[in-house]
């Protein structure tokens, strides 16, 4: 019999979002935060949308589109969003689950990387540029915004897209950086059982449970 995991947050599957939309909630959420407060982890998508770093360069647009830019308040250089890219926002409080950021930022990596070896699929981090990579091209990228001891954004993961977007930016200010997702490596689950593998792993790699 599988086991079923008792997440120590509250899950939302809210489909597909504006990014301004969920930028905002998740401000508000993160503000409105007491001691008390259940952490929450929501599963998204969005329409396509740039977003760009609180210290990202212009110059990382390399051209011009129909898509629109966002400067947002999360750690990091541009990434696209669209369709089809799974993105999980995490919703915690890091003194609650005695983290800092660097030990979150490993947690989120290995939980990308324990689901795609569920796949059988070998991936791994990158100190000097976080997210999670396959044969050096980029499935996830992270991005993060701590305020009063807590977190908003989160993982970005790449399963059923148009990558196309990517071409008109350096992935996280990196030129040249390739970029991959999950139905290209041959994974045809759908992005709702992606998503329900993102919450137990996640689960199991910030408790230990």
Same mark, same amino acid.
């Given at each position: 019999?599988? %086991?079923?995991?008792?997440?120590?947050?509250?899950? %939302?599957?809210?489909?597909?979002?504006?990014?301004?939309?969920?930028?905002?909630?998740?401000? $508000?959420?993160?503000?409105?935060?007491?001691?008390?407060?259940? $952490?929450?982890?929501?599963?998204?998508?969005?329409?396509?949308?740039?977003?760009?770093?609180?210290?990202?360069?212009?110059?990382?647009?390399?051209?011009?589109? !129909?898509?629109?830019?966002?400067?947002? !308040?999360?750690?990091?250089?541009?990434?696209?969003?669209?369709?089809?890219?799974?993105?999980?926002?995490?919703?915690? $409080?890091?003194?609650?689950?005695?983290?800092?950021?660097?030990?979150?930022? %490993?947690?989120?990596?290995?939980?990308?990387? $324990?689901?795609?070896?569920?796949? %059988?699929?070998?991936?791994?981090?990158?100190?000097?540029?976080?997210?999670?990579?396959?044969? !050096?091209?980029?499935?996830?990228?992270?991005?993060? /915004?701590?305020?009063?001891?807590?977190?908003?954004?989160?993982?970005?993961?790449?399963?059923?897209? !148009?990558?196309?977007?990517?071409?008109?930016?350096?992935?996280?200010?990196?030129?040249?950086? /390739?970029?991959?997702?999950?139905?290209?490596?041959?994974?045809?689950?759908?992005?709702?059982?992606?998503?329900?593998?993102?919450?137990?792993?996640?689960?199991?790699?910030?408790?230990?449970?």
């Amino acid at each position: 019999m599988k %086991r079923t995991l008792s997440f120590f947050f509250k899950a %939302r599957y809210l489909g597909v979002v504006d990014y301004p939309v969920a930028w905002q909630a998740m401000k $508000d959420f993160t503000a409105n935060r007491v001691d008390r407060t259940l $952490d929450e982890v929501w599963l998204l998508q969005h329409p396509p949308v740039y977003t760009q770093g609180i210290a990202g360069k212009p110059e990382h647009l390399l051209y011009p589109n !129909d898509i629109p830019v966002i400067r947002t !308040d999360r750690g990091g250089q541009i990434t696209f969003h669209g369709p089809g890219q799974l993105v999980a926002y995490l919703l915690l $409080d890091l003194r609650r689950l005695q983290l800092n950021v660097r030990g979150l930022v %490993r947690k989120m990596e290995d939980s990308v990387i $324990d689901l795609l070896a569920d796949y %059988r699929i070998e991936a791994k981090g990158c100190p000097d540029a976080p997210g999670v990579y396959v044969d !050096d091209a980029k499935i996830a990228s992270l991005g993060l /915004k701590i305020k009063n001891g807590c977190c908003y954004h989160g993982i970005a993961f790449n399963v059923d897209m !148009d990558l196309k977007p990517f071409s008109a930016i350096n992935p996280c200010g990196y030129a040249g950086l /390739k970029v991959t997702q999950a139905k290209d490596l041959g994974v045809d689950d759908e992005i709702g059982v992606i998503g329900q593998k993102m919450l137990e792993k996640l689960q199991i790699n910030l408790t230990g449970r």
